[in-house]
Nanobody
Framework: QVQLVESGGGLVQPGGSLRLSCAAS????????MGWYRQAPGKERELVAAISANGGNTNYPDSVKGRFTISRDSAKNTVYLQMNSLKPEDTAVYYC?????????WGRGTQVTVSS
């Protein structure tokens, strides 16, 4: 059974930083494309970062480019999202995603709130 467990969310002031972690189990981590998505109240879920199976390629939307960094540690079966210079509009539930071909797996999400 595939499990993705996110951690690291919380409340942070504007301009602050957080690092999210997603631990994967039940599947061969090194062959997975991993991604982080977020969903704010009343909005659709959107991709904020993705990393290829070998870690050589990353992808970010313009809204987070230069502020967010995705990375992965295959020894720990974990993917990270470093978020810097956080803004109130980054407030959302952040979800970890693992993709392999047509298969897609999701974690339960972790809340990130950016507020003073």
């Amino acid at each position: 059974q595939v499990q993705l467990v996110e951690s690291g969310g919380g409340l942070v002031q504007p301009g602050g930083s957080l690092r999210l972690s997603c631990a994967a189990s039940g599947i061969i981590f090194k062959i997975l494309t991993m991604g982080w998505y977020r969903q704010a109240p009343g909005k659709e879920r959107e991709l904020v970062a993705a990393i290829s199976a070998n870690g050589g390629n990353t992808n970010y939307p313009d809204s987070v480019k230069g502020r967010f960094t995705i990375s992965r540690d295959s020894a720990k079966n974990t993917v990270y999202l470093q978020m810097n210079s956080l803004k109130p509009e980054d407030t959302a539930v952040y979800y970890c995603n693992a993709a392999l071909g047509a298969a897609s797996y999701w974690g339960r999400g972790t809340q990130v709130t950016v507020s003073s």
